[in-house]
């Protein structure tokens, strides 16, 4: 290249919103690079979005941009291109003349402008549709993530090139040989000299790619670089990268050069594992969708990128799946730089069709197919581009699908290719041409993950099962009892009504194999969504041109119930009930062996469908403080100890078997190691252990030992702490355990236990008496069903879609609230939120409805309610009534009094009852409480 010349700064500026065209000289400048949202130009938007982000200054149309640049005598005489990086639908003018139209959503714009280019001033127009896409554009566009912004992003310049010189110069790496296959053309020349030379840059020792000339006779540039036989690999631990100096000698002289980044790796799919460089990994992945609230679009600077990825890296992430959307260049670069493997997506949500459906757009599908062509030919070089993906959530033509796969393999062969993420969902297919698959299952009830929405049903085994740390996916990736060999064929000719983005679609499903046997890695898809309440003390840090008015409107509902003072407690409360689900998702993950990796849905906030808060990280990707990176990597990371038991809770010297593994794919080489092993509380060491092995090189799942003891023989309900390490590779990992005593037997003299409000409960309340009442469910008419795990993703979403496709609502619960300092619980210690103490006892309950009540009256056990509802839901409430004191416990008695842990709480509450400390503060009258438990 000759030169650059910037073109950022002020440009003249105006919008046009009817699209109507506009005249020079325009009314209002504006500084490129930015969005005119960025910039808060138009309207002001008064609207409040519930479902996302209101963008404050939303604007739709056109945006008129002008600049006048002079152009000097040998600039004149070069080649010139107009580079727009990053922008929406563009139409260029040079002066009066029109230069043309471009609309990609994830590559540059580059306008030849050559023939525009004499000496002397020229003005630059440039007009910028946000409305007219070929494509809905996926989250690239949506108003759920980084908004349908308007504007230029990233760099915006001028790239002046000689007359001959070196183009669309593509690196295929071949580890085998340590060399490179260098693809590119000749501009303005048919032969001369290219001579390469590189080094690496990043890494421990430095390489040299000594210079080499190569004798070019066509302007098709094919040739073969030996990079010598200690050329450095990169992979996620040893990103090593190395520049590569192309130079176009002619006549002896330097007529271009160009300088590459590259990285020699080799990322396939061999079995049901990924590998680099012939070693096996597991991807850890998150999903990303370019939520940057602070701006409204996504950075395109390199170190913008590398403190996000850094960020995800901490948490032990190592790749990332852009979903429908392709990230900046920077992005790439960033990965490059730190090890982590890049899946971006095309731009669409929808259904892939052939020429003989009605529905066809042509049109539609080659600006897709030329969209991927763009994406591997302008990023393609970068080591992190290892997967792309066709879309999300695809129906339609599976020949067509098969075809666009091939066409994309045989253009680019750097990268591996799956049809789209968790394409045809109840009906899954492997293609011909897919390299992995990427789903949630492959039939109704082959599940690969821990827990799904309700109009998605059945539930995952982290919503519905008793908890465990049993559960793998490894039988519902390849079943025992189903013949490999065998095709069985369901008709599935009847439309399907399918969950589609914020909304439903009728899909028509094809027939398929519903014993697929996936002979690929299997990548389980959008993984966790466990969803805390808001923390509205981030209201404060939208200070862009995001406005978290969804967060104000939530804060006020929550205030009108009288619970604002709950808030901070809601949303810890139930952000450490969610670091459990998450921990077994992950858990669950990592111990299947025949899982090629995950991706998470996510590691941050999802700004948008509904105001999905699933992130153990806000949106901005602070920490929500739930959870520090240390503990997180210690069940997400290249190296996760677990053990396999099936329960956490036990009675006094019950047998405890668990059984010890790792799952290890560090790059230092493990020979053996010693596990230590502690059964704890804070004071005391019950039992300890440890087990040595060794023989294990190049495994990637350990089985070290089973543990087999008995719990201790104690008198008092303990929390006791199951500790794992392995000191050689520095992990380990805790496991909470509930011990209860062997006979609980209380006395129930003076206690009057009930289950309805009949006229002998009010009788025994009026001559002073105190009142157990265990209401019946089905005789309540103001309930919430219980359910110990959080929220799927977001409840006013899904309770939307459940009900147009009359389907059941989700319960929409997100944990307890339990003032655990309360003597109830003397005898039943516990947190203020939801432990596996409580599943028995939630999993048997219902929560009463107490919006009615006194805004100060606080249940003892509270259930926290979604932020669309904000009902006071009383679990466990205690008051006076006429002349007695009544405690309220909405359980099955009968159903919780078989299980050690609903036993040990009966026993905790009976005391209280009887003693001094019962006493109730707030009055209910028997009108208000025949209100609140009467149907």
Not at 39 to 50: H, P
Request: hydrophobic content about 35%; overall charge negative; charged content about 25%.
């Amino acid at each position: 290249m000759y030169k650059i010349i910037d073109l950022s700064g002020m440009w003249r500026f105006q919008l046009d919103e009817e699209k109507l065209g506009v005249s020079e000289p325009f009314n209002d400048t504006m500084t490129l690079p930015g969005t005119t949202s960025y910039f808060k130009k138009g309207k002001k938007n008064e609207k409040v979005e519930l479902g996302f982000l209101t963008e404050e200054y939303k604007f739709e149309g056109y945006a008129w941009f002008s600049k006048t640049i002079y152009i000097s005598e040998d600039v004149a005489s070069k080649k010139c291109f107009l580079y727009l990086e990053r922008t929406r639908v563009t139409t260029i003018w040079i002066d009066e003349f029109i230069v043309g139209t471009q609309n990609s959503l994830c590559t540059p714009h580059v306008y030849d402008i050559t023939n525009y280019m004499s000496t002397g001033e020229h003005v630059i127009k440039i007009c910028v549709d946000n409305t007219n896409y070929p494509t809905k554009g996926g989250h690239l566009t949506s108003a759920d993530t980084q908004t349908n912004w308007n504007g230029i992003t990233g760099k915006l310049e001028l790239q002046i090139y000689e007359r001959s010189y070196i183009s669309d110069i593509q690196i295929y790496p071949n580890t085998r040989d340590k060399s490179v296959t260098i693809k590119a053309k000749l501009i303005g020349v048919n032969e001369g000299i290219i001579s390469i030379s590189g080094v690496s840059f990043n890494s421990e020792k430095e390489h040299k790619v000594e210079e080499v000339d190569f004798k070019l006779a066509s302007n098709e540039v094919f040739i073969t670089c030996e990079l010598g036989e200690d050329a450095l690999l990169w992979s996620e631990y040893k990103p090593n990268l190395y520049k590569l100096k192309l130079n176009l000698v002619i006549n002896g002289l330097i007529a271009d050069t160009n300088e590459v980044i590259f990285g020699l790796r080799k990322f396939k799919a061999q079995g049901n594992k990924f590998t680099i460089n012939g070693v096996e990994t597991f991807l850890r992945g998150k999903h990303d969708g370019l939520i940057f609230p602070l701006t409204g679009f996504a950075p395109t600077t390199v170190e913008e990128w590398l403190k996000v990825l850094k960020i995800s890296k901490s948490y032990g992430i190592n790749h990332y799946r852009f979903h429908t959307c392709c990230p900046p260049e920077a992005a790439f670069i960033a990965a490059d730089i730190l090890g982590i493997y890049m899946q971006p997506e095309l731009p669409f949500w929808g259904t892939i069709t052939d020429e003989n459906d009605k529905n066809h757009n042509q049109v539609e599908q080659d600006f897709l197919f030329n969209e991927g062509v763009s994406m591997l030919k302008c990023f393609g070089n970068h080591p992190s581009f290892v997967m792309m993906s066709l879309g999300n959530e695809l129906w339609g033509s599976k020949e067509k699908l098969e075809d666009i796969l091939k066409r994309y393999k045989d253009l680019d062969n750097r990268h591996l290719y799956t049809q789209g993420s968790n394409n045809f969902q109840f009906c899954p297919v492997i293609l011909e041409n897919d390299d992995f698959f990427s789903g949630v299952r492959f039939s109704k009830y082959r599940l690969l993950r821990g827990s799904y929405a309700m109009c998605d049903a059945p539930l995952g085994h982290i919503q519905i099962d008793a908890p465990n740390t049993m559960k793998d996916y490894d039988e519902n990736i390849i079943p025992k009892l189903v013949d490999a060999q065998k095709n069985l064929i369901v008709n599935c000719d009847d439309p399907i009504e399918i969950q589609f983005g914020t909304e439903t679609k009728i899909v028509q499903a094809a027939n398929y194999d519903s014993e697929i046997i996936p002979r690929v890695p299997v990548i389980s898809h959008e993984i966790g969504q466990y969803a805390t309440y808001p923390d509205f003390n981030e209201i404060k840090k939208y200070i862009g041109p995001l406005k978290a008015k969804n967060f104000e409107v939530f804060k006020q509902k929550l205030e009108e119930r009288g619970l604002g003072d709950l808030a901070e407690k809601y949303f810890y409360c139930s952000g450490r009930l969610a670091v459990s689900c998450y921990k077994e998702e992950l858990e669950a993950a990592f111990r299947s062996r025949r899982l090629g990796g995950f991706q998470l849905l996510d590691l941050q906030d999802f700004s948008g469908q509904g105001t999905a808060l699933v992130g153990m990280l806000d949106s901005f990707m602070d920490s929500k403080g739930l959870i520090s990176p240390e503990e997180w990597r210690s069940f997400c990371s290249d190296s996760v100890l677990m053990a396999r038991f099936n329960k956490y809770n036990y009675i006094s010297e019950e047998n405890f078997d668990a059984h010890v593994e790792l799952c290890y794919f560090k790059d230092i080489p493990l020979h053996s190691l010693n596990l230590f092993w502690e059964l704890k509380d804070s004071n005391t060491v019950y039992e300890k252990g440890e087990s040595y092995i060794c023989n294990i090189e190049n495994q990637n799942y350990i089985d070290i030992c089973d543990i087999n003891i008995k719990m201790p023989n104690i008198t008092l309900m303990k929390k006791l702490t199951l500790s794992l390490q392995v000191k050689e590779i520095g992990v380990e990992k805790n496991y909470d355990l509930w011990i209860y005593p062997k006979n609980v037997i209380w006395d129930k003299a003076g206690v009057n236990i009930f289950n309805n409000l009949s006229k002998g409960v009010i009788e025994l309340l009026e001559n002073g008496e105190k009142v157990i009442l265990f209401p019946q469910a089905d005789t309540l008419k103001n309930k919430i069903d219980g359910f110990f795990c959080t929220d799927f993703w977001c409840y006013p979403m899904f309770r939307s879609i459940s009900e147009s496709m009359g389907k059941k609502v989700p319960i929409g619960t997100m944990g307890l609230l339990i003032n655990n300092t309360h003597p109830i619980f003397n005898d039943f210690p516990c947190e203020e939120y939801s432990t596996y103490q409580w599943w028995n006892i939630v999993s048997n309950s219902c929560s009463i409805i107490l919006d009615d009540t006194a805004k100060d009256f606080r249940p003892i056990v509270q259930t926290i309610d979604n932020f669309e509802r904000n009902h006071k839901l009383g679990l466990i409430f205690e008051c006076k009534v006429l002349n007695g004191k009544l405690l309220v416990c909405a359980c099955d008695y009968n159903k919780i009094i078989n299980q050690p842990d609903g036993r040990q709480l009966l026993f905790s509450m009976f005391n209280y009852v009887k003693s001094k400390d019962f006493k109730p503060s707030t009055e209910i009258s028997i009108p208000a409480l025949r209100n609140l438990l009467l149907s």
